[in-house]
């Protein structure tokens, strides 16, 4: 899987990005959310999610992602902050999911696995059939 990590902590952007590459993940990172909406747009937005924290400088997260979900495809966003209260303006800027710092690696991942689901689409043309692996989900 392919993550994007936004996060402009950089000892808890690079402590995500060991964690998720343990895993297997492939990740991006971003310091803001400008480089965020950057690497996506470069990525032309195929990652299976993105972690994004919600208070960064030059472009908080919620800016980042209400441009995201404008200028790209559909790809799984989690909110990821230290107030609770920004839980709200997650979910209006269009997040699929919010997650309060500090997290267990547990309960990240299980978040991850959930939002990153793959679809597999079948089409049937007479007696063939092709299998087809989706993108994550659309909400």
């Known amino acids: ?11 808890l952007r690079t402590m995500l990005a060991r ?4 895993r297997g993940f492939v990740c991006d990172l971003a310091s803001n959310g400008q480089e965020a909406v950057n690497q996506a ?3 032309k937005g195929l990652y299976d999610l993105c972690i994004m924290d919600v208070e960064m400088p030059i472009m ?5 992602t209400r441009i995201l979900r404008r200028d790209l495809n559909y790809f799984p ?7 609770y209260l920004h839980r709200r303006e997650c979910f ?3 997040a699929d999911a919010f997650v309060e ?3 267990s690696p547990p309960v990240l991942l299980a978040k991850i ?4 689901v793959k679809t597999y689409k079948i089409i049937f043309n007479g007696k063939d059939f092709l299998l087809k692996k989706e993108m994550p989900m659309d909400p």
Do not use: T
């Not at 899987?1 to 000892?11: C, G, P, S, T, V």
């Not at 966003?77 to 107030?83: E, F, V």
């Not at 696995?113 to 990153?116: K, M, P, Q, S, W």
């Open 113 to 116: 696995r959930e939002l990153a």
């Open 77 to 83: 966003i989690m909110a990821y902050s230290g107030n």
């Open 92 to 94: 209006q800027s269009g």
């Open 1 to 11: 899987m392919k993550l994007l990590i936004a996060e402009d902590n950089a000892a």
């Open 19 to 22: 964690m998720m590459n343990l």
């Open 101 to 103: 710092k500090p997290c």
């Open 60 to 64: 908080d997260g919620c800016e980042a």
């Open 41 to 43: 747009k470069r990525n």
